[in-house]
């Protein structure tokens, strides 16, 4: 790797973080920037915390904004003490946040109007994956932006697809593979519930359905977080009602039926609505059995 040595991240959650340190182990100088103090101060173990997104960005060839949706892209890239403000024409913004692909494309061309680059760079994998470099990136964007975004995705993914020479494409296919990650997910929360009802061993379903057709790699992974009581939040339900709500939209913009996203959005939208829109994700299981009055396994205080 004898280019683009210095990067910034912008965002330092749970994905932003492990990508962070992940750039760090690869070899390369890491700045990183949080509207959470706290999590700068975290990431100055492994690199340098920066107060602004600005300051992060002071220097660096390469900027990966890892935040949760568009308006905050928007807001770390063109807003106050903003990334492009401090980034030297020729530069790359990897943008890795869940959003429209008509958001991809406005600040594609908001970013590419100051000459700087924009590769659209969403990311799938869970946290455990960032922290191991080993993420998925659906990426799209021109050949310019990729060389020069080369390295860091290198050190962050494991998989890398290039799936188009403009932005919105990477979104396009994210938002697919949300729909299917909402889908699995509430469907899992039934099923466990379900059994619930039916008087089953939950820890014996777990290992029969993981052996079996019906399983799926949502189910696989959120169930234990229901079989522990553990909903401290990997992936929050908040998160899910932003993706399915994007794919709502997506639905109604694109005239296109998507019934059973539909009703998995208003499930997590519902278990939001009850107060655990910060919980973990397979909190929907909580939901349904508060609806059919059953017990799952008790929630476990946090550490």
Known sequence: MSQARNVAVIGLGSMGFGMAVSLARAGFTVAGADVNAEAAQRFAAHGRAAATPAAAASGAEIVVVVVVNAAQTRAALFGRDGAVEAMSPG??????????????????????????????APISGGAARASEGALTVLASGGEAAFAKAQPALDAMAKTLYRLGDKPGVGAAFKMVN?????????????????????????ARVYEVITSAAGNSWMFENRVPHILEGDYAPRSAVDIFTKDLGIVMDMSRDNKFPTPI???????FLMTAAAGMGRDDDASVARLYAEIAGLSLPPKRDAP
């Open 178 to 202: 949300q729909l299917l990650a909402g889908v699995h997910i509430a469907a899992a929360c039934e099923a466990v519930a379900f059994a619930k009802r039916l008087g089953l061993d939950l």
């Open 261 to 267: 996203a539909g009703q998995a959005f208003q499930m």
């Open 91 to 120: 530069a790359v913004v990897v943008s890795c946040a869940t959003m429209s692909p008509k958001d991809a494309e406005a600040l594609a061309f908001e970013t590419e109007a100051r000459g700087l680059l924009y590769l659209d």
